[in-house]
DNA sequence: GCCAACGTTGGC
DNA sequence: GCCAACGTTGGC
C-alpha cells in the first residue's frame, strides 16, 4: 500500500465536492508525470491526501482512498470537454485517471504554512521548491505526520 | 495580478 | 536532438 497525495483547486473541485460524491474519476491530468504515477503505481486501497491548491490558505484538505485501478480518461475523448486531446483515439489512449473514493474531511486544516513549519515534514515534496507536481507520492512517516496535525492543530 | 519554476511544442 | 518561445502551475 502507498500513499499519495493529490492537488485539486476547491473552486473547481473540492474535498466537500467529493463528500457529496463519495467517489469521483481524478480526470483531466495532463501532466505525464502525474499520469504515469495514476497508471502505473496507484492501485485500490492506496491512500490520498486531498490537498487544496490555489486556495487562501493552500494544505491538506482530508483523505481520501484510492478506490479504481487507472482506466482511460473519458473527457480526453470529449469535444466539448477543456480537457479533450485530439491527439489522442480510444485505441491508443493518451491519458488515465483512477477512481478516488472520500475517506474524511479533516476536523484540522493541515495548512502548507503548518507543514513549511515542521522539521518532520521539510523533505515533503509539495514544501520543495518549484515543484508544481499534482500527484506526489509521500512517505509513510510524513503521512502519519499529517494525519497527527489534522487531529490536533 | 505577479512571476518563478517548470513542462511542452515545434522549427531547424 | 537542441532550444527558444510559449503555456501552466500555484504560492504570494
Known sequence: MKYWLMKSEPDVFSIDDLKKKKSSLWDGVRNYQAR?????DMHPGDCVLFYHSNATPPGVA???TVSKQASADPTQFDKKSEYYDPKSSKEKPRWFCVEVQFKEKFKHFV???AIKQNLDLKDML??????RLSIQPVEKKHFDKILKMALKP
Open 111 to 113: 495548512s502548507l504554512e
Open 62 to 64: 482530508g483523505l481520501a
Open 126 to 131: 509539495v514544501v520543495q521548491k518549484g515543484q
Open 36 to 40: 504515469n504515477f495514476m497508471r502505473n
